[in-house]
């Protein structure tokens, strides 16, 4: 699956109900650790387990004021979301802890 673009807070507030589970990362062009981190994000979203999760990526420059409402100014930051509500939020580029989320969000799913 690919990773879309959130180009505006409207787009971000429907994305965020776009699937029960979706990942939103907000990320800036100028940042390393975003960068660096661009090709995990990929593949997980490409992922075959992660085909029941919608991921998307927001520019921190552009929604900024997205970012602050969200509580966060460290970049990269994960939402996570399961139904259109905040599940859990993960600062910095954290592969293993991001999976874990999903995996966690897949089992409150199933309650």
Do not use: C, H
Not at 10 to 35: D, G, H, N, Q
Not at 52 to 76: H, K, M, W, Y
Not at 78 to 89: L, S, T
Not at 94 to 103: F, H, P, S, V
């Amino acid at each position: 699956m690919t990773v879309s673009s959130i180009r505006s807070e409207t787009e971000y507030e429907r994305f965020k109900s776009r699937k029960p589970i979706v990942v939103v990362e907000f990320y800036a062009e100028w940042s390393k650790l975003s960068k660096g981190f661009d090709p995990t994000y990929e593949a997980i979203s490409n992922d075959k387990q992660n085909l029941d999760v919608a991921f998307g990526r927001a520019d921190a420059d552009q929604l900024s004021d997205l970012l602050t409402n969200e509580g966060e100014t460290i970049l990269p930051t994960f939402i996570v979301f399961v139904r259109g509500g905040e599940f859990a939020k993960i600062v910095g580029p954290n592969e293993t802890e991001l999976k874990a989320k999903i995996r966690e969000a897949r089992a409150k799913l199933a309650i």
